[in-house]
């Protein structure tokens, strides 16, 4: 490991610590067996080159993928591992359109299973008595734990990695696509391939610290949350972070052109953007649709089946 300050765990350490704190923990990461480097040192990857990940990685993600902890034992996941390249561009098209799932060689699947559990109670001769939504998000929990393992095991590797939350956007579709039996639902994918060209993305910046991390209890009145943010935007706005990804104009209803100069675009303008769009699509309402068609109960509450 580099003795250098641009050694780039110290770096990714330093990005969140600040510099006196990175160096211990620079430190340790070489104690960690490789999990802190690579921790520290994510970026998530959306160019991939094409080449097939090899069997035996795949298996060691299969092995990643459900080694994680798991609520209650339950194990209420499935992952399916999809390589086909004709049924990876339906998943691209239904998950928005990402041209980064269709490129990358493997894309995995990550669904919350609320049925195995249900079958067992019922061939134990017991009624289901468990609430959906509570269920669904220790399922979700189950899964992304399965996921982030995956995903790091892939970049200790070598294999770059990306989230997709916009796997929730067609989960309906993907469900019939994929046969996905009633109740398994899928939720967040991740797709995994090597790095175009050997490139890997620099750790991209994150909220100030004390925005996201407490001791005890909340520390922070609105005053230092709002300097805070501004902090934060202004680095953005310099280093637009955010060009080239702005949510168009024309989604937030408003009318006339874009008010916001080359430059002026930050974190802060594109939250709100993302949040307060004038029409959604998928990305909105659907899964008020999805969820029961799939067979969840998420509304209301108590209900059981017989
Ligand atoms: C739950 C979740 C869903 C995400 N969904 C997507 C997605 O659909 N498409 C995508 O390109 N990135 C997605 N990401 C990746 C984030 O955009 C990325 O983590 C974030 O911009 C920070 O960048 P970094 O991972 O390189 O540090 C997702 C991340 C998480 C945690």
């Not at 935007?233 to 024309?250: M, Q, V």
Request: charged residues 25%; hydrophobic residues 40%.
């Amino acid at each position: 490991m580099p003795t250098a300050s641009d050694d780039p765990v110290r770096q990714a350490a330093a990005s969140v610590l600040g510099d006196a704190a990175a160096d211990a923990v620079r430190t340790l990461a070489e104690r960690s067996r490789g999990v802190l480097p690579t921790v520290l040192t994510h970026a998530s990857v959306r160019h991939f080159d094409p080449d097939p990940v090899p069997d035996d990685v795949v298996a060691a993600l299969e092995a990643a993928l459900v080694r994680g902890p798991t609520s209650s034992a339950l194990h209420s996941y499935a992952h399916v591992l999809v390589r086909d390249p004709v049924r990876k561009r339906r998943m691209a098209l239904l998950a928005g359109e990402q041209r980064w799932i269709d490129q990358a060689p493997l894309l995995i699947v990550g669904c919350a299973d609320l049925r195995r559990a249900r079958e067992v109670t019922h061939a134990q001769g017991y009624r289901y008595t468990a609430h959906d939504l509570r269920m669904l998000i220790s399922a979700t929990a189950d899964l992304t734990v399965g996921l982030q393992n995956a995903s790091l095991s892939a970049q200790s590797l070598g294999y770059g990695t990306v989230l997709l939350g916009g796997v929730l956007n067609g989960s309906l579709e993907i469900a019939q696509d994929l046969r996905l039996p009633e109740r398994v639902v899928p939720l967040v994918g991740l797709s995994v391939g090597r790095p175009a060209g050997g490139h890997w993305p620099a750790p991209r910046p994150r909220l100030p610290l004390p925005l996201l991390v407490h001791h005890e209890a909340w520390t922070l009145d609105s005053d230092a949350e709002a300097a805070l943010i501004d902090h934060h935007d202004a680095h953005t706005r310099a280093a637009r972070d955010f060009e080239g990804r702005r949510i168009p104009w024309s989604e937030m209803g408003l009318g006339g052109d874009d008010p916001i100069a080359d430059g002026a675009y930050g974190w802060r303008e594109h939250t709100a953007r993302k949040q307060g769009r004038a029409t959604w699509g998928p990305q909105g309402a659907k899964v008020d649709v999805d969820l029961p068609a799939q067979g969840l109960r998420v509304r209301g509450t108590g209900e059981v089946d017989g």
